[in-house]
């Protein structure tokens, strides 16, 4: 039983044997935090691990015969501010006499096999009840009349616990909640470094590190959407840790919207992690019998450094959030139209597109942007979900068949939340718009938020999607999302919920998600916005891959497909091989290195198929039936980055399969040295030292000791002299090998 409960001392111990986790009942019947970390033993009594020798005198303190006992200082699980802790707190409540005061004591706990889903918003979960035990710890405030419910989730194969909260009002007095934290952590020292991954538009998801100082850090989003600016991801590395060892906690909030995510350092060089909804412009307020749950986060804990922290992430997500149904099963190799055509085509050319695209190997054509109303630009139709005559004059059934009759499935674009001001829609439902009466609407893209806190917009919504579903048989759905909310209101909600707004947005959202991926399972979603606006595991809940960024630059790509391997896994990562000069950088690479950066992640094209040379031609059919062989390996083995884009003209990065037989290596360099006659290998990871591995390409084999600790030879590198010799030169070389056990 991976949760041990010592009833004396009213301490809760969550292990499997690879992280701790105890939480304990403190003197006033709050709870304290004791330890999160790696797996201590069990029977044993922690409550050493709360120090209370406060100097008297230095802080306020609850009893009067006990001045060592504060709030200000004691690690606790769950605090609150305005009795003695001066710090952030994670749960603040605003009742009807004006009062902030709370004071939850614990009054009961309950220990059960498996983990509920929560109720409208996305989580992780189980396939069976035995994979995990979950610990809800019951408090209560009795003079607000209310039950606050700690919910912890430890799973018996992974390095990680899951917690959320939810909150009761018992009593006949409303009140609002004004700060709803996932997950609040006291650590006991400041001596830890914070990464985040941070960004904007065509360069999300970069990695950035600072020490902990004394004060607040933060990172966050108002912004409606969990943002490109930066993930709802932090991590926490002691001062020795690396990329391969040392200690890292990592947080990955399970949300899709506004969110905060912050250390807290204070004068005893403790630091508070609190990690939810951002408090700004949020507000809930509950009447008797009311429920308010908050979004999951999802904590690990790794003695392997930052990358034992990835391979945790990824492996609990692969089984524990992407929808089963997609679990098992490799995604097509797509083709979208986008940066071939943008808006300028017509039904022949995208037949003929297939067409090619079948040839090539390719097994999903996808139609982006621009098929529906009178769609020639970015400043009308979105709403307007019927297709554009004048460009697919026999509609898109005939479209959707004539392409299936290729061979490929079919696929479509959708930006499901938003309405362009020159619409049919907007014209008819001026009101559906989020806009905040009396004032003018910011406009972003030349488009409008629609107010899906509204049960009858996201109604509407469903059915137009789907009757397309239905009519077109679609197997792939790309749902963008590409502006932020202003002047947020909703006229379906009442003056006093206003505060609201943003987190019945989200729930909108994911119950339109919710609705369209039960009653379709197999149509395959790519969640997008702008990019990688909202990257998290809450979209992935629903839609088991993500556009990575619209920048697709072999070059950009090797820095935000990095960034987003240290949370998520490969197989979510949407990375396509496009056109050059680049269309967001004007940067020509050459085929070969933009195909070798594209592997590492869900595969396809974003270019004219007919505009292919004969020589890249045969390329890209050679790309694709290597990932038709390599996918299994994206999809199911272990991420390895072994040279980091951020600290380096070089980068390098290997997937290996479960049991170690097979792998594949990516290794890039961005510009060209001259004179190099460096010894040119990288350093393998996680394969079998005394297996024989015979390389592609490489006319010998190579144990595994040699390739982990001399490392794979590289090609060799023009370098003025050697041109005969030299296999590869000038800037954005790469080399991808794949690797096999000798049989
Ligand atoms: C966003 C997406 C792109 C493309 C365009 C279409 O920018 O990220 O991939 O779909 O919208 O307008």
Redesign the pocket.
């Known amino acids: 039983m991976p949760i041990i409960i010592n009833q004396e001392k009213t301490q809760f111990h969550l292990t499997n044997g690879k992280v701790s986790y105890i939480i304990n009942k403190l003197k006033n019947g709050h709870l304290g935090h004791l330890y999160f970390g790696k797996a201590l033993r069990i029977d044993e009594d922690y409550s050493h691990f709360q120090i209370t020798d406060v100097p008297t005198g230095a802080s306020c303190h609850t009893y009067v015969d006990d001045p060592a006992f504060s709030l200000e200082t004691v690690k606790q699980e769950y605090p609150v501010y305005g009795t003695s802790d001066f710090r952030e707190p994670a749960l603040s409540i605003r009742q009807e006499n004006g009062s902030h005061i709370t004071d939850f004591k614990l009054v009961s706990y309950k220990v059960t096999s498996g983990k509920k889903e929560l109720r409208e918003l996305p989580s992780t979960f189980v396939n069976e009840e035995k994979e995990a035990s979950t610990l809800e710890l019951v408090l209560e405030d009795t003079i607000l009349n209310a039950e606050l419910t700690l919910i912890y989730t430890i799973f018996e194969e992974h390095s990680i616990i899951t917690r959320s909260a939810k909150l009761k009002n018992n009593s006949d007095q409303a009140f609002s909640i004004e700060r709803m934290m996932s997950a609040s952590i006291d650590f006991p020292t400041k001596d830890l470094i914070m990464t985040q991954l941070s960004g904007t538009w065509a360069r999300e998801r970069h990695i950035h590190k600072r020490k902990l100082e004394p004060g607040i850090q933060a990172i966050s989003s108002l912004r409606g959407a969990s943002s490109h600016h930066h993930n709802p991801f932090m991590s926490l590395q002691t001062m020795d840790a690396t990329e391969h060892q040392g200690e890292v906690y990592g947080f990955n909030l399970v949300y899709s919207g506004n969110f905060l995510a912050q250390v807290e350092v204070d004068h005893y060089e403790q630091s508070r992690v609190s990690v939810g909804i951002h408090p700004t412009r949020f507000e809930w307020n509950l009447s008797k019998d009311e429920v308010y749950e908050s979004p999951e986060v999802v904590m690990t804990y790794s003695d392997q450094g930052l990358n034992g922290m990835s391979q945790s992430f990824h492996k609990f997500y692969q089984e524990h959030l992407i929808a089963p149904y997609w679990r098992n099963r490799n995604r097509p190799i797509l083709i979208n139209n986008?940066e071939a055509t943008y808006f300028d085509f017509n039904e022949e050319k995208l037949v003929s597109f297939a067409k090619r695209a079948k040839e090539l190997g390719i097994e999903l054509f996808v139609l982006?942007?621009g098929w529906f109303g009178q769609r020639n630009d970015?400043t009308t139709s979105l709403g307007d979900w019927g297709e554009d005559r004048s460009k697919l004059p026999e509609g898109l059934e005939s479209l959707s068949a004539k392409v299936r009759e290729t061979g490929l499935e079919f696929g479509l674009?959708f930006e499901p939340e938003m309405v362009s001001p020159n619409s049919e829609l907007n014209r008819e439902y001026p009101d559906w718009a989020i806009g905040t009466p009396g004032r003018e609407r910011s406009y972003g893209r030349n488009q409008f938020v629609l107010d899906f806190t509204r049960k009858e917009i996201v109604d509407y919504i469903y059915e137009k999607m789907s009757d397309i579903i239905e009519r077109t048989q679609l197997s792939y759905i790309?749902w963008?999302m590409?502006r932020n909310i202003t002047e947020a209101y909703s006229r379906g909600l009442a003056v006093h919920q206003q505060d609201e707004f943003f987190h019945r947005y989200l729930l909108g959202v994911y119950d339109l998600y919710k609705r369209l991926t039960t009653n379709y399972p197999h149509v395959l979603f790519e969640s997008?916005a702008?990019?990688g606006g909202r990257f998290d595991p809450g979209m992935f809940r629903y839609a088991p891959q993500a556009?990575a960024s619209?920048d697709t630059d072999a070059m950009e790509r090797l820095k935000i497909q990095y960034g987003s391997s240290l949370v998520y896994p490969l197989y979510s990562i949407g990375s396509h091989v496009s056109a050059v000069p680049n269309h967001q950088t004007l940067r020509s690479t050459p085929l070969e290195t933009r195909a070798n950066v594209a592997y590492f992640g869900t595969f396809g094209y974003e270019l004219n198929p007919q505009e292919l040379s004969q020589e890249e031609e045969d390329m890209v059919k050679a790309q694709i039936s290597n990932y038709k062989t390599y996918r299994h390996l994206i999809r199911t083995g272990e991420f390895y980055r072994l040279q980091s884009p951020f600290e380096s003209n070089e980068t390098a990065w290997m997937v290996v399969s479960q049991d170690r037989s097979e792998a594949l290596v990516g290794w890039y360099k961005v510009l060209a040295t001259p004179n190099n006659r460096k010894e040119q290998t990288v350093r393998l990871k996680g394969l079998i030292e005394n297996a024989s591995y015979q390389i592609e390409g490489l006319n010998r084999p190579y144990y595994g000791d040699e390739l982990m600790n001399r490392g794979i030879p590289l090609t060799t590198e023009f370098n003025g002299v050697n041109a005969s010799k030299a296999e590869r030169g000038g800037d954005f070389q790469s080399n991808v090998y794949y690797l096999k056990i000798e049989k």
Request: with cysteine; net charge negative.
């Open positions: 986008w982006d942007d970015d674009w790309k963008d590409n997008c702008g990019g556009w619209d």
